[in-house]
């Protein structure tokens, strides 16, 4: 079983994770981190069966949980279950924003849909592979993508044209041809921007459109959060890659999975602060100090 | 007084004797009298005796002395005569006496002898009053019944009404005419019963002259019985001896035969052993297990004061007799369509209260060639978890653990190649269940409820044991035997091949793998697959109950470096693609073809695994060692990138799953 994404509850007490079987399953947070807690809290309070492929995007909005799987978006009520069918054919990352959905696709194209009437309302076409995935940056409010084509693409989401093209296998520091130049991992931060993937994890400046620091990690990244000071990513190898802004490394933190798809981290709920992350394994791994891991959660 | 005697001579002369007969004279004289005289007499006797010493002294004349002399004289002899008469009064006194006597001592005896009859005569009548007549005690029916039922000639009412005397023997006369008759019948019955008797004799010489001559029929209608397939006289002599088995083997002996004539006619059941043991055990069970206790404290006893050295041989047979088999045993053939035949001996022991089992395997063609398949039909182990779980190391009966205590045997497994298996599902088909109770009763309907699956079950094994067999010997000729009805599941070309298949102990596959899946009933084997450079090594874990459960393959693959399913995310997706997708691996029911599926679709995903690996770099190497010839819809997916193992038939591409 490989964990492929993660999302946390709006009100931060549960944990929903999704897997390659197209399975679903719920934690309790709040059950794990008692001082109580025993083998049983580590185990899902709830676990369905949402999809034919695999879960590889969930997304959680203050009401609904979002799943992508084999062609179709799901939305839970995080009280009931609701379906929205979509027929596209691939999807692999949702995002969302004032009530319409991004959607990155598997016809190389970004879709934004109106959450409440259901309607697509554009398309945003310019990549040449499918898209790996989307980001979001809120205050000018552009959509960055990444995909297979080892192209990153900056959008105006008012005007849902093209903005800029950043060829990342392109620039030495960062390319990795034994690898390839595929994208999988995106993140921003106002100003800063993270990518990685074929290419090692690099750091760049938006305005400059440079890259300013690269992190010599071995694998391949594929989920990377700005979190405080520190830049935190997994990827390829059993660890969580602490880094700093500066390029280096920080601090390798092992865990039990091979290697890991994804990184979650709790923001929302200060009682239960924790950072989840889950890969090639049945088991998610919970931290509740960054440092170290403190137990697991069995899928 | 002189009485005359008429005395005759032979001159017949009478002559007259005279005879004096002074007694007579006694009757005329007077006692008195002739006291006074002999008074007087002596007195002047003793007046001359003075007289004549008186002249005698004064020396008198002798004639007068001689006076006195004569008159002394005279008075002497009266004194004489009265003494005479004295003696002969007293004589006479006496006889009178005497003879007065003598009528009184007759008339005392007459007297006496009356008296005597008269107390016989008392006694007669008291014992005549007495006497219990013997009619008494025959009990007579009674009066009014009497004066019913008897004819008038017996019965004499004018007469026996008056007098009860006549009337009891009338009674007496009626009972007698009464038991005369009924003797009389019961001669004739005796008579007829005897007829009768004789005629059962002869018609029984009749019958067992009749059984030589049946025998010879049976005989004859062997062939015929064995032509029509309805064995009559099997199945009796098996009845017959089936009397003398132990309940549980019964209980399995009626089910299995039951079950082979209604659901499965390859089943056959047949008893083996010593009968005559079996009728020896059966006669004193309980006699031969108290001698036994008893034996045993007394031998025990008398060890422990003689010798201490042989307490471990009397150990030893304490053992033995508490694992004693029953002499009978069953055997159960299983009979496949390919002609191959699995035996099983059942049986049953009788102190424990468990059965066992030992297998044999017999099959149409000689199975040599294949050597990893070794272990595959071994006897020990071929019946090893027919049900989940069920080993069949340790006896499931929790009493036995007491009874092993008691003659040190620790772990029933040591005897278990000697005894035989005592799985679980043996117990439940002889109708033995073992509750955490201890309650232990022969059930019939738990026999039957297990039976049918147990069957399926074992043919089941029996055949994929089989099956594995073949295919092992053509694994190890690096053919992977694909069936034709499994084609489709993968593509034309595989350029992959086998080139090793051999066995692995437990150990080795632990420095392999550690996996809470396996444990030690298992059987685990190495498979090799190269292409060009590249080698796959295959750890595969067979489980007793396969097919039911799925064999498991754990990879790594040695290609510019060493990658395992632990650190490989597409190696781990391989293994899935082998381990997880049993509907479509399985092929057509029974499922046999499920290890070959797995290996060829092993085959494959190294395929696709090695012509993929290529396509990720810009091709800026040089010739690729695998060309591309799968068509693939895309080669990487996801974040993890994994490679499109799923095969679509067809079509004929490789998708993701």
Known sequence: MSVFSQSFSPCGRFLAAGNNYGEIALFSLSAALSPDASEGSQKPILNFTAHDGPV??????????????????????????????????LFFSIFSQDNSLIVGGGDNNIHIMDMETGIFKSVLKGHTDYIHCLCFKER???????????????????????????????????????????????????????????PSLSLWHLRSMSPTSVFPLPGCQREAVFHQDLIMSVGEGPYVSHCLHGGTVKAQIPCTPSSLNTLALNLKNTEHRVMTVGGSSHQIDVFTNFSYRAFSLSF | MLFCLKVKKNNSELHEVRVYNEEVELEDRDPQQDYMLYKDTCADLAKLMAEIQELKSSGAKSVEIEERHRQCSVHFITLKKLNRLAHMRLKKGRDQTHEAKQRVDVLHLQLQNLLYEVMHLQKEISKCLEFKSQHEEIELV??????????????????????????????????????????????????RKEKIQKAIEQKREYLSSLQPGLQNIMQASLPVQEYLSMPFEQMQKQAEVARHLPPPLYVLLVQAAAYGQACDKTLSVNISGDVDEAKALSRRPEDSQEDESDSDAEEEQQNTKRRRATVGVQLEDKRKAMLRRHPLSLCVDLKCKDGSVLHLFFYYLMNLNILTVKTKVSTATDLSGAVSAGELLNSESLL???????????????????QFDKVGITTFADYVSDLGHPYVWVQKLGGLQFSSDGAQNVIFALSASHMEKTMKLLRGRLQARLALHKQFSSLEHSIIPVSSECQHLFPAKVVSGLTRWTMMSYQEFTHVLKAGLVCETDLFFMAVVERGTARLLAAVVLNPRYPEVMPLFSL????????????????????????????????????LQLLTNQIQRLCVCLDVYLETESQVCDGSEGPREFPREKMCLRTARGPSRLKPFKYNHPQGFFSHR
């Open chain 1, 56 to 89: 590889f995007s969930l997304l959680s909005t203050d009401t609904h949980l979002l799943s992508a799987g084999n062609g179709e978006i799901s939305a839970w009520s995080w009280a009931e279950l609701i379906k929205k069918f979509i027929d596209l054919m």
């Open chain 1, 140 to 198: 000018e409010e552009e959509i960055l993508s990444g995909g297979e084509d080892g192209a990153v693409r900056i959008w105006d989401s008012r005007t849902n044209r093209p903005v800029h093209c950043i060829e990342v296998f392109k620039y030495e520091e960062c390319a990795r041809p034994q690898f390839g130049k595929w994208i999988s991992c995106l993140a921003t931060d106002s100003d800063w921007m993270l990518c990685g993937g074929g």
């Open chain 2, 142 to 191: 009674s009066e009014e019944e009497f004066f019913q039922e008897a004819p008038a000639e017996i019965s004499r009412p004018h007469v026996t009404r008056d007098d009860n005397h006549q009337l009891t023997l009338a009674r007496l006369d009626w009972e007698l005419e009464q038991r005369k008759r009924l003797a009389e019948q019961y001669k004739m019955s005796l008579a």
């Open chain 2, 384 to 402: 090893n978890c027919l049900y989940a779980s069920d080993h069949g190391k340790e006896t499931p009966n929790p009493a036995n653990r007491y």
């Open chain 2, 556 to 591: 790594s693959l040695h290609w510019k470096g060493e990658r395992s399913g632990r650190t490989e995310d597409n190696l781990r997706a391989m293994e899935s693609e082998v381990n997880v997708f049993r509907a479509e691996l399985q092929g057509p029911r029974p499922g």
